[in-house]
Nanobody
Framework: EVQLVESGGGLVQPGGSLRLSCATSGFTFSRYDMTWLRQAPGKGLEWVSYISNGGQTYYADSVKGRFTISRDNAKNMLYLQLNNLKTEDTAVYYC????????RGQGTRVTVSS
């Protein structure tokens, strides 16, 4: 059974940082391109970043230069470092396989507020 479990969210002030983690199981993690998605209150699912199985990284313009995606294939883990957070980054963040957004977990909530 494919499982993805996100963690690391919380309440942070504008300009602050968080590190999100995604623990995966049930599939050969190292073979897959992986992605982070987010859903802001009242809005649809938005692509944030992805990392190829070879380690190439890509970012939405809205987060470029502030967020960093990484992976640890030995631990079957995906990460997203969030720096210089803005109020518009408030959302539930999900990890998933790049080509199967329905594989995402329950998400972790990030709230950016003063």
């Amino acid at each position: 059974e494919v499982q993805l479990v996100e963690s690391g969210g919380g309440l942070v002030q504008p300009g602050g940082s968080l590190r999100l983690s995604c623990a995966t199981s049930g599939f050969t993690f190292s073979r897959y391109d992986m992605t982070w998605l987010r859903q802001a209150p009242g809005k649809g699912l938005e692509w944030v970043s992805y990392i190829s199985n070879g380690g190439q990284t890509y970012y939405a313009d809205s987060v470029k230069g502030r967020f960093t995606i990484s992976r640890d294939n030995a631990k079957n883990m995906l990460y997203l470092q969030l720096n210089n957070l803005k109020t518009e980054d408030t959302a539930v963040y999900y990890c998933s396989k790049l080509t199967d957004w329905n594989s995402r977990g329950q998400g972790t909530r990030v709230t950016v507020s003063s």
